[in-house]
């Protein structure tokens, strides 16, 4: 900083200080919390999802087989194997490398019949459980869930991620995502 009189300095710290405040009210965060902005996140299997297998030129081994509680699907031929946690790749590769055992150079493929459902709490008309859609975004969980609460803090929500301990606070905005298993609060504003 250049060498400043005292009123001077005086001014310009007051300066800074206001545009901190301003910062703050603009993106919301001036209780101390940080806002992240939603970032794409690659989707993990988890209980509750309902996975279509396809074994290429084996009928007996292609079906539709649910997550279980403990993660993982019982699967013909090779049993127990673990699903959640992995990706659709990563479990596809897990599937075909079991087979192996049993068929040679096994064609796997693997997708999501059925996702698990989201939840959401919070300042909305109606909480609850509601099946998750592909591409779903905060703003349309909040309208299945019959809209806003005349309290509701239409600027931040809070998403705890099935894989997630804590809840971590989000910019609402219009592309704000919403994954299967997500738990969303939408909180109240402060006046």
């Given amino acids: 900083?250049?060498?400043?009189?005292?009123?001077?300095?005086?001014?310009?710290?007051?300066?800074m200080l206001g545009a901190a405040a301003s910062a703050c009210a603009t993106t919301g965060a001036g209780d101390g919390e940080a806002l992240a902005d939603a970032a794409e996140v690659e989707?993990?299997?988890g209980p509750g999802d309902q996975l279509r297998v396809t074994v290429?030129?084996?009928?007996?081994?292609?079906?539709?087989?649910?997550?279980?509680d403990q993660g993982a699907i019982a699967y013909p031929l090779v049993g127990s194997i673990?699903?959640?946690?992995?990706?659709l790749p990563e479990f596809s590769q897990a599937l075909q490398e079991a087979l192996q055992t049993y068929i040679r150079a096994p064609n796997v493929s693997v997708e999501v019949a059925n996702y698990r459902p989201f939840f959401i709490l919070?300042?909305?008309q109606r909480p609850g459980t509601?099946?998750?859609?592909?591409h779903l975004t905060v703003q349309n969980a909040v309208a299945?869930?019959?809209g806003f609460t005349y309290r509701a803090n239409e600027g931040r929500v809070y998403i705890k991620h099935a894989n997630e301990a804590q809840e971590r606070a989000y910019r609402l905005t219009n592309s704000t995502p919403v994954l299967p298993g997500d738990t969303i609060r939408i909180g109240q504003r402060l006046f």
Avoid: C, I, W
Wanted: hydrophobic letters at 35%.
């Fill in 1 to 15: 900083m250049p060498h400043l009189d005292s009123n001077a300095r005086r001014l310009f710290l007051l300066g």
């Fill in 43 to 45: 989707y993990r299997l």
């Fill in 56 to 68: 290429f030129n084996e009928p007996s081994l292609t079906g539709q087989y649910q997550v279980s």
């Fill in 82 to 87: 673990q699903a959640a946690g992995k990706t």
């Fill in 122 to 124: 919070g300042e909305v």
């Fill in 130 to 134: 509601y099946p998750y859609s592909a």
């Fill in 144 to 146: 299945t869930a019959g």
